[in-house]
């Protein structure tokens, strides 16, 4: 991926509260999207009202500053100077930034082409725009820092090839203005987001994904992978060994359904959400929660705690042999584990 289009993988991956003061409308990102997205993931990046509060609340503990958002931009401005990149965020994204940002994937396993192309995956990632005209100015100033820059048309949309002389192996990337998005990624990914601005069947129309996620524009951030066609799509390609198929078998309740993730921001910290259909492995199964946890020191910033991982881990070793491990091999290392710590995993 070229350096721009990195750069805008890591503001989609950051909330920068505190940058701006216009409050343009939530996008809704999911609808821009190819109804066949195998993961999408959406998160908040020039976030207003309440949810900006409580992200620039949270993210000053959490990175233990005043000012999450100049810290954020400056590691930003930082790595594109490393990368001998004249773009900035101050002159050249957030004029034209809007309050969301995406990424996604429609194709994890997509094959090369008959010359030997590329084998890479199908994706992009698209952010909202207040301002096209910023936007393009952007656009036009990360193709001028490429090997070469190629004009591009589809269903009268144009757009650029972008090819990095440090990734001769890549395909090119595709970068443009599609509707209200600015968009980086593969050509492929480009053009779908083009058929589903003309109508073409979008991820937020999908059923599954709207009775699993929701409404993704009202969390910090979130993600939705559709579990059971990528599995399908692995088996497809050939990706799945034999061991890897009685892994998939061991966890078929999590397999069969779609898995989703969300923040929720708060004054005083994050809020993770995931849900992964049902699943039989005790420290995967819906549970209580771990005592432990509240025995913890107050000023923990991360904290984690599992409910019966005694009993999980008995599950574990009882399955190990369908994960291709020999008897003798569980027996060794339960041995090895009683030498270790003196307790028995059983």
């Not at 750069?7 to 996008?27: K, Q, V």
């Not at 998939?248 to 921001?265: C, H, Q, Y």
Request: charged share 30%.
């Amino acid at each position: 991926m070229i350096r721009a289009a990195a750069s805008l993988a890591a503001l989609a991956a950051l909330a920068l509260p505190g940058c701006g003061s216009e409050e343009p409308e939530p996008a809704d990102l999911a609808a821009a999207v190819p109804a066949d997205a195998q993961l999408y993931v959406e998160s908040a990046l020039r976030p207003q009202g309440a949810q900006r509060d409580a992200l620039e609340s949270s993210l000053s503990l959490l990175l233990d500053t005043d000012d999450p958002g100049a810290l954020i931009t400056r590691e930003l401005n930082e790595e594109s100077a490393e990368d001998d990149s004249k773009i900035t965020y101050e002159a050249d994204v957030e004029p034209w930034l809007g309050e969301r940002g995406a990424v996604f994937v429609s194709d994890f396993f997509r094959d090369g082409d008959a010359d030997g192309g590329t084998d890479d995956e199908s994706g992009a990632l698209l952010a909202d725009v207040t301002d096209p005209e910023a936007a393009q100015r952007f656009i036009d100033k990360a193709a001028a820092e490429e090997a070469s820059a190629t004009d591009a048309s589809y269903e009268g949309v144009d757009y650029l090839l972008l090819e990095d002389e440090d990734e001769d192996d890549d395909e090119p990337t595709a970068a443009g203005l599609v509707g209200d998005h600015v968009v980086f990624g593969s050509e492929e990914a480009l053009q779908d987001i083009v058929d589903v601005e003309a109508g073409s069947p979008s991820l937020a129309g999908d059923e599954a994904f709207s009775a699993t996620l929701g409404e993704p524009s009202e969390t910090a951030a979130s993600l939705y992978a559709d579990v059971p066609a990528i599995i399908e799509a692995a088996d497809a390609a050939g990706e799945l060994s034999r061991s890897d198929r009685k892994a998939v078998d061991f966890f078929v309740g999590m397999a069969e359904e779609p898995a989703t993730a969300t923040v929720e921001a708060a004054p005083d910290g994050f809020g993770l959400e995931i849900s992964y259909g049902e699943a039989e492995v005790p420290f995967l199964a819906a549970a209580e929660e771990s005592e432990l946890l509240r025995e913890l020191p107050e000023d923990a910033w991360f904290a984690a705690g599992f409910s019966e991982f005694g009993e999980a881990i008995g599950s574990f070793f009882r399955q190990a042999e369908d994960f291709g491990l020999a008897g003798v091999e569980v027996e060794q290392a339960e041995r090895e584990f009683r030498s270790n710590y003196g307790l028995s995993l059983e």
